[in-house]
């Protein structure tokens, strides 16, 4: 661990640069997100695929979508899915792995793997984190083949069929590789 936290503000708030002990010097880089897309998924009701010894499987058909960001947005293409593990404790491990095609014609393959948590198992819930892996082509998309991305997860206007995706690149010091503009050719 690069850092101890030292709170000097309120109960729960995030330490800042100021209140981080650094362990080795210079202190570490620093990560920020950079919104990438959000995306509106429509699902067929989930299919149960029985227990396992890790918990229950399920399978949730993806039917559809879109998705809209900066210099990107189209549409999510049916025959995906979402397939999930309830856990003994809980926890809802997802990987949805489907299709996304830009309104300029290239198709991006997602695979999106995270965890989902909700102690009443009902949305909203306390933890709905994924961590998305994209195959996009050569050209304008590129980009999101050399960076990581993490995302949030809510309940789409549908309720159970159909959720909201929200995505973030990780970017290091402010600076996400390749610039967003130089990737769009802006």
Same mark, same amino acid.
């Given at each position: 661990m690069p850092w101890n936290k030292r709170s000097t503000g309120p109960p729960g708030a995030p330490p800042s640069e100021t209140t981080m002990t650094h362990l080795i010097s210079p202190p570490m880089p620093g990560l920020d997100l950079r919104f990438a897309y959000e995306a509106l998924v429509t699902l067929q009701p989930e299919e149960v695929q029985g227990h396992t010894h890790?918990?229950?499987?399920?399978?949730?058909?993806?039917?559809?979508?879109?998705?809209?960001?900066?210099?990107?947005?189209?549409?999510?293409?049916?025959?995906?899915?979402?397939?999930?593990? &309830?856990?003994?404790?809980?926890?809802? *491990?997802?990987?949805?792995?489907?299709?996304?095609?830009?309104?300029?014609?290239?198709?991006?393959?997602?695979?999106?793997?995270?965890?989902?948590?909700?102690?009443?198992?009902?949305?909203?819930?306390?933890?709905?984190?994924?961590?998305?892996?994209? *195959?996009?082509p050569q050209g304008p998309y *590129?980009?999101?083949?050399?960076? &990581?991305?993490v995302g949030t997860v809510g309940e789409g206007p549908d309720g159970p069929l159909s959720i909201r995706l929200a995505v973030y690149q990780v970017c290091m010091n402010t600076q996400c590789l390749p610039p967003l503009a130089t990737a769009l050719n802006l």
């Open positions: 890790k918990g229950q499987r399920l399978r949730v058909p993806i039917t559809g979508g879109r998705f809209q960001g900066q210099g990107l947005s189209g549409r999510i293409l049916p025959g995906g899915a979402d397939w999930q593990l &309830l856990r003994t404790d809980g926890r809802l *491990e997802i990987e949805a792995i489907y299709d996304m095609q830009t309104e300029d014609g290239a198709f991006i393959h997602v695979r999106n793997k995270g965890l989902w948590y909700s102690a009443n198992n009902q949305w909203p819930a306390e933890y709905a984190v994924t961590h998305p892996v994209f *195959e996009a *590129e980009w999101m083949n050399t960076s &990581l991305f």
